[in-house]
């Protein structure tokens, strides 16, 4: 450990310039370096028992994760929730052979700050200790759209990340892999960063590439064997030379300093081959990130509520659905109304005002995390719509553990038809409140009549108020099929209530 905080002051001011863009990670030799350290103090000082022991259990070790989301100052620019969910859950995937799970702790953070949403690659320690949250992985999430570095792990305090906005697609071993750094896993190919391997095409490898360590790993089963010092320090991930993205299988003739071919790992999540070759971590690189769990003291946290897995789940949307027209509601609530998920812990709940109907976003209405795993209505201040205008709205159970559901399920509704006078009278949320099917009403929208189609005579009274409360019309129903001549009737809403239930008719 004094290694690690010695060398961390060292590289401080060495991270700013840093220019050179790796598509996969901002780990860089020098913290390349200060990784291996860390994993090697780790190896020296673990306590064997603790170890084996954490090994071998079959329950899984959990592990909380703070995800903070960078935005500019105005509070926009987030990203998109479920982009970055299916990102961690993919992530998780990667990590269950060896039973470590991660799960978001809930509330999300929110960072606005213009600077790190163009830059977050410069943000200064200080800066990352404020926000972090104790005893838990921290995640954080923006665009740096000045400084665009791909994913990156950061060696202040060791336990946070940052993940780009174009890596958070949903798909990809990028977190996983910078994860993997944050664990103490250099890359398989640690001390060759900035070196082009193809250079030494055909011919053997010079045995010191200089720099930091620059002790070349020899091919493992070659002579001189130095497979637990030299590269990434695992004996089990055999040379590998290439640290540029590169296609897999490697076919370059890429040899050790004793002439004989490399025969690299496509497949492991440190090294740098296309996201399809990339599966697994090595079982001693397994035991790194075990260890470390250990040395974090992150093996004894609680598991997650909710361990149901939301993927590809939807929360059935009851209203408005299937463009439904309401009235424009001025002083009045909008209700959105859906199905409980069984497993959910919470809803994402968004509402935007579309370019007709269709999926041209216009404007944000309603973005909300309802907190309440019972939730299955939210009610918002219809002054927040306008008519006639056409919007969409979603509802997405999440949970801490799995919160992959189909985050892209719209219901899209219309407003429609009431007198801005009605600002002036105020509107009677009693008569919005309520509707019955018990009597039907046809046609609707109607233009010259409509017809109250009750389910048995009655001589219940028919009155009929505009939106703002006024009666309009008034009479006895006489027969099954009422008509009612609304030729002169002013365009709008209305609501019809006989007896003790109500049902709006639109009149064009
Ligand atoms: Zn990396």
Redesign the pocket.
Known sequence: MKNLILVSAFLLPLLGFSQEI?N????GLEE?YMIKQRMLDNRANVDVSQFENLKNRSAVTYIPVTIHFIGDDNGEGYGNYGDVFATFCAMNELYLPQNVQFYIKFPLRYVNSQDHHEDMFSASQQYIANLKVDNTLNIFTGKSTLNPYAS??TSWGGDWLFLLTAQAQGEGTTLA??L??LLTLP?PFYGWEDIDARDYEGGPSPSDLGGWNGEVEKFTRGTGKNCYSAGDGFCDTPADYISFIAPCPMTYDLRDPSDISIDPDENNI?S?YYDECVTTFSQEQQDAIMIDIIDRQWDNFSAPASLTDLAGTVATQIGPINNNIIPIPLYNDVTLTWDAVAGAEGYYLIVERTYSFGVVQLEIIIEEFIMDPNAISYSFSGTLLIEPEYYRWSVTPINEYKPCAEFDTYEQFTTTGIDSSAAETGLRSDLISEESNNFEIYPNPARDMFIISTDAKTDNLVVIYNTVGQIIFESPIISRKYEVNVTNWTPGVYIIELGTKKQRVVVN
Do not use: D, R, T
Request: aromatic share 20%; charged share 15%.
């Open positions: 790796h996969k990670c901002g780990v390349g990156f792990y892999h910078e993997g750094h890359h440190m740098y």
